[in-house]
């Protein structure tokens, strides 16, 4: 009979496996699609909020809301608004649509992300 230790060991692929799987699942699901009109962005904490105004002043995009974690809801009417806020320095875009799972109840994310969701 196998010890508690053995089993351990031999399940270590298929966990290591499932973790790698949800993860890049996960990731997949919250890329943000290359002709969206709105993104969720985190730029480096160092910024102060009218920094990161200005940055997405400069990547023609506009504010939609702020949130925790310096999380960034913003909107873009032109193609090209990923790229336009990583050259603006943003560390992190999501797509929002994907984040509306994390909402309460009750709020979706049409009424959450108004100007974001339109193209999403």
Do not use: K, Y
């Not at 692929?13 to 002709?35: H, N, S």
């Not at 939609?64 to 603006?88: E, F, T």
């Amino acid at each position: 009979m196998a010890t508690m230790q053995e089993t351990m060991r031999a399940l270590r692929p298929a966990v290591l496996l499932f973790v790698v799987g949800l993860g890049l699942t996960g990731a997949a699901a919250l890329r943000l699609p290359d002709d969206a009109a709105g993104a969720a962005v985190l730029f480096p904490p160092s910024l102060s909020s009218s920094e990161i105004v200005q940055r997405l002043a400069a990547a023609d995009a506009r504010p939609v809301r702020s949130g925790a974690w310096g999380l960034w809801i913003v909107a873009g009417d032109r193609p090209g608004l990923a790229d336009r806020l990583r050259r603006a320095g943003a560390w992190l875009l999501l797509n929002p649509a994907a984040l509306s799972s994390c909402l309460p109840p009750g709020v979706s994310a049409t009424t959450a992300f108004p100007a974001t969701i339109a193209r999403t």
